[in-house]
């Protein structure tokens, strides 16, 4: 809004004299960002509900993945590597950082499907208790330097961004195999079908 004099309001008051301005701003940010990150992630779980236990098990595309698979990679990778790992820097979690991204693309031999989802959704739940107490311009609190040593992500809000991405991209990728296993489409039909 603005004034008669023309100057910028919230809330009737000018905006250069609302001392909360720029955080209920970024508290909006957060929540637009954190928002679209669950939608995806309900995405994840909602595309693979119904598959069977052999075809969460088994490659459909020719890459050789899995959905428990890649499940289990948004898990590790995704979940635990980003906000635990890079943004609060958990000692726990950054030393398993060095393991190798490779041997988070398959299941542990031994761990049952409702393990791999009950570990993403604790997962996601440890994601949103260390989003919820950064900052979206604070640094990370550790970064694998030996995985990127070129390439940083400088603040929290770009983290989130990449993660958002991530997760979008790798719910398309099981949209496409859910649809190989069973015809099964996110949006419920094929709307290109004539």
């Known amino acids: 809004m603005t004034s008669t004099t023309g100057e910028a309001t919230v809330g009737g008051v000018p905006a250069k004299q609302d001392p909360g301005a720029g955080r209920r701003s970024v508290n909006a940010e957060l929540a637009a960002l954190k928002g679209a990150l669950d939608s995806q992630r309900a995405h994840v779980v909602g595309i693979?509900?119904?598959?069977?236990?052999?075809?969460?098990?088994?490659?459909?595309?020719?890459?050789?993945?899995?959905?428990?698979?890649?499940?289990?990679?948004l898990t590790v990778d995704?979940?635990?590597?980003?906000?635990?790992?890079?943004?609060?820097?958990?000692?726990?979690?950054?030393?398993?950082?060095?393991?190798?991204?490779?041997?988070?693309?398959?299941?542990?031999?031994?761990?049952?499907?409702?393990?791999?989802?009950?570990?993403?959704?604790?997962?996601?739940?440890?994601a949103?208790?260390?989003?919820?107490?950064?900052?979206?311009?604070?640094?990370?609190?550790a970064w694998p330097v030996d995985i990127w040593p070129t390439w940083r992500l400088p603040d929290v809000r770009r983290i989130l961004i990449h993660v958002l991405t991530e997760v979008a991209c790798h719910s398309g990728h099981l949209d496409a195999a859910r649809e190989l296993i069973d015809g099964t489409t996110w949006l419920g039909g094929n709307p290109y079908a004539g």
Do not use: K
């Not at 635990?84 to 049952?112: K, R």
């Not at 949103?128 to 609190?141: G, I, T």
């Open 48 to 73: 693979l509900e119904g598959v069977s236990e052999e075809d969460l098990r088994r490659s459909v595309l020719p890459s050789g993945w899995s959905c428990l698979a890649l499940l289990r990679h």
């Open 128 to 141: 949103d208790v260390v989003l919820a107490a950064a900052n979206l311009d604070q640094e990370p609190a």
């Open 78 to 126: 995704v979940e635990r590597f980003w906000f635990p790992g890079v943004i609060a820097g958990e000692p726990d979690v950054v030393g398993q950082l060095a393991a190798g991204a490779e041997a988070h693309w398959y299941v542990p031999e031994g761990m049952s499907t409702r393990e791999v989802f009950a570990d993403y959704r604790a997962a996601i739940a440890r």
